[in-house]
């Protein structure tokens, strides 16, 4: 088996038709077919042995996916899983790559062996040496020997079943493992499996997770799923990968991040589809997302090779040289929201790794997809096996694991007060280091000075932007009552500009929130707002007969005449909903600011440039923006103050998160005894 995705390997094409049992019993009523019952598809091998990369021949199956959808326009999604029994591993085989899809329903079986024979192997594969019917049906079938089962093979071609099926898609497996799938009609590829010790590998309880697109509520993939099993062995890798990768000098370290910053560059267009059907963001956001993952893994490449590992101190004691050693933590456990995937990944991985740390990075079930298609980047770099693993899981059982495991020695985790919390619990108990970024209810001032229509279009980036699934959004408008009616007149007329679609549409400037419970959670906000009695200016819920209704999409909304008891005002909603109150005197709106249990981020604006400043010393924040809302630098701290969360991600107070700093003092008056040092102080 190969371990890197660059070398050669044999690969094989596997049909798979759905069967109904009664049709498996008919079929295969002389043989044993004990695995077969446990299939819903019978696989048909075509081996295939390219001397390309794999990534090339990614390529042509993205290529041919995308033609194959017009001769074949009945899609119908199915999330078959590869095997839900460990004896399904004969399916697989153990040495080859395999590629294998469903049929269509408006071709028989026979129809379809002349497809693959015509299109796949003349088409897509021209050029790679091809035998069939593969030896590999003998044992991957039902166990039985060569002969019979090209009796099978065979019996299938001269009388196919009946049954009629439906386009599914194409799946990448490296032996029995999935590790990826296309969609027949779109030409996306998308990673399947675990990424543990520099390879692919199933999740130990044969668990999957859907992947929905929200822009349109389906069903679009389904990926391993973690369980507590995986993360002990990804844990392991970990750990017996940070003795060489700490020993790496800062300059070695530095070119993989530099390497993987370069790939991921290369295949931008690649990552921002992704982000944007996973997550539900505009492509326009996704693309300065992608933009930022690689500046920060450049960032962090320039700055540990200018950290100096050991620096010598002073004027300490003239008998004494002393120095301070910066030295990494040892293995993270890195735990990542869903509302910036690949960015996320980035602000932890890359001073994580820089540091010389090992690490096991858990994504959000809900939008792993980048995650798993940087394990590929990190397999095309040479990344060291064990040093980046990737296990999508629910928190429940993988993160809490990896907040509990005895050999992580911190966890680093951005998301909401209430998960937090429980991270933070589980943590202490083995008294791990542990950062926190969490959520926020992030005020906007607005002083009657100000220049409104600035104010609007930054007030709108900082609500809006994301669909306000940013823990740093500025959701509380407090707004000078002399200016609060032309403000707010020209905030709606904006806001209610702003193009709603789906995230690739071009123009689409706010997209679906991320899934259906973060759907009726948001709009439980606005009836509660309703019914506390807040007047709603513009948004709200989409009619029942909306074109909106067909994903998870939540018009911009603004309420006025919010007061401090409002739940809209003073919990987090993480959603494109902006709460208005006004205010008399400068004391009085930095009380409202600062009356908030979150102190993540603040805005106030204002052509006064001595009271902004004034006013930024006393808010109760991690970040204050002065005539602007969200510009975020890597070069910057970034973290908040209350129940926000503690520690400081970015800048090199994010490596310094990885840093663990050691004290070394030597003596070196040999004329005087350590005795009588210590007495003659």
Same mark, same amino acid.
């Given at each position: ?20 049992? /009664? ?26 042995? *390219? ?44 040495? $080859? ?44 079938? !039902? ?16 009388? /196919? ?6 386009? #599914?898609?194409?799946?990448? @497996? ?24 520099? %390879? ?77 059907? %996973?997550?539900?963001? *505009? ?84 939008? $792993?997809?980048? !995650? ?18 990737? @296990?999508?899981?629910?928190? *429940? ?8 495991? *005895?050999?992580?020695?911190? &966890? ?37 000075? !100000? ?60 997209? /679906? ?8 959670? &948001? ?18 819920? /989409?009619? &029942?007969? $909306? ?12 309420? #006025? ?35 908030? #249990? ?57 490596? %310094? ?25």
């Amino acid at each position: 088996q190969s371990t890197g995705e660059n070398r050669a390997m044999s690969i094989s094409i596997v049909a798979l038709p759905r069967l109904s049992k /009664p049709s498996w019993e008919t079929l295969f009523q002389n043989h044993n077919h004990s695995i077969l019952s446990l299939i819903p598809s019978l696989p048909l091998f075509f081996d295939i042995k *390219p001397s390309v990369p794999l990534e090339d021949v990614v390529q042509k199956i993205q290529q041919f996916s995308t033609t194959y959808k017009p001769k074949h326009p009945s899609v119908k999604l199915n999330l078959e899983r590869s095997g839900k029994n460990d004896s399904d591993s004969a399916l697989y085989g153990s040495d $080859s790559y395999l590629l294998f899809w469903k049929l269509a329903n408006e071709s028989p079986l026979v129809e379809l062996i002349s497809l693959i024979n015509q299109n796949i192997i003349n088409e897509l594969f021209s050029g790679f040496s091809v035998r069939q019917p593969s030896s590999l049906v003998a044992t991957s079938l !039902a166990g039985e020997t060569e002969e019979e089962s090209k009796k099978i093979f065979n019996s299938l071609i001269q009388k /196919p079943p009946s049954d009629e099926f439906e386009v #599914d898609s194409l799946l990448i @497996c490296a032996g029995k493992r999935i590790i990826a799938r296309s969609f027949l009609g779109t030409g996306r590829i998308f990673r399947f499996s675990l990424f543990i010790n520099g %390879d692919w590998t199933h999740p130990r309880q044969l668990k999957t997770m859907p992947v929905i697109n929200p822009a349109t509520k389906e069903i679009i993939h389904s990926i391993s799923c973690a369980s507590d099993l995986d993360i002990d062995n990804a844990v392991y890798a970990a750990k017996q990968a940070f003795p060489l990768w700490s020993a790496k000098s800062a300059s070695e370290r530095a070119q993989y991040l530099l390497a993987i910053a370069n790939e991921i560059e290369s295949r931008k267009e690649q990552f921002v589809e992704i982000e944007v059907v %996973d997550n539900g963001k *505009p492509k326009g956001e996704a693309t300065e997302d992608v933009n930022d993952t690689i500046s920060c893994f450049r960032y962090y490449a320039k700055l540990v090779t200018e950290k100096e590992v050991e620096t010598k101190i002073e004027g300490v004691h003239k008998q004494f040289d002393c120095a301070v050693r910066r030295e990494p933590v040892g293995v993270c456990g890195l735990i990542i929201p869903w509302n910036y995937p690949i960015l996320m990944l980035a602000w932890k991985v890359a001073p994580c790794l820089a540091a010389g740390c090992t690490a096991i990075l858990k994504p959000s079930e809900l939008t $792993s997809l980048s !995650a798993l298609e940087f394990g590929g980047i990190c397999q095309r770099v040479g990344l060291p096996p064990g040093v980046l693993n990737i @296990c999508p899981g629910y928190g *429940p059982e993988a993160g809490d694991r990896l907040s509990t495991h *005895p050999d992580v020695h911190k &966890v680093a985790f951005t998301g909401s007060v209430a998960t937090g919390t429980k991270v933070l619990s589980a943590s202490a108990a083995s008294l791990k280091r542990c950062s926190l970024e969490l959520g926020g209810k992030s005020p906007i001032i607005v002083f009657a000075d !100000a220049d409104l229509e600035q104010a609007v279009d930054w007030i709108t980036v900082g609500i809006f932007f994301n669909a306000g699934q940013v823990c740093s959004a500025t959701s509380r408008l407090i707004v000078h009552k002399n200016v609060k009616q032309q403000l707010l007149q020209r905030l709606v007329e904006v806001t209610q500009r702003i193009k709603i679609g789906e995230g690739l549409q071009p123009g689409t400037q706010l997209g /679906p929130l991320v899934n259906e419970t973060q759907y009726n959670k &948001v709009l439980d906000y606005i009836q509660k707002g309703i019914h506390r009695g807040a007047t709603l200016l513009t948004g709200g819920a /989409p009619g &029942v007969d $909306s074109p909106l209704r067909r994903g998870y999409f939540v018009p911009p909304t603004i309420f #006025d005449n919010v007061t401090p008891d409002m739940e809209i005002w003073r919990e987090e909603i993480f959603g494109p909903v902006l709460s208005v109150a006004s205010f008399t005197d400068t004391a009085e709106a930095i009380e409202m600011a600062n009356g908030t #249990d979150y102190g993540l981020a603040a805005a106030v604006f204002s052509q006064d440039k001595k009271l902004c400043r004034e006013i930024a010393a006393k808010l109760n924040s991690g970040i204050v923006w002065i005539n602007c809302s969200q510009p975020t630098f890597v070069q910057l701290p970034w973290g908040g103050m209350k129940k926000s969360g503690f520690g400081r991600e970015l800048g090199p107070w994010g490596l %310094d998160n990885y840093i663990e700093l050691k004290q070394i003092t030597e003596w070196y008056d040999s004329s005087s005894k350590g005795w009588e040092w210590f007495v003659g102080q």
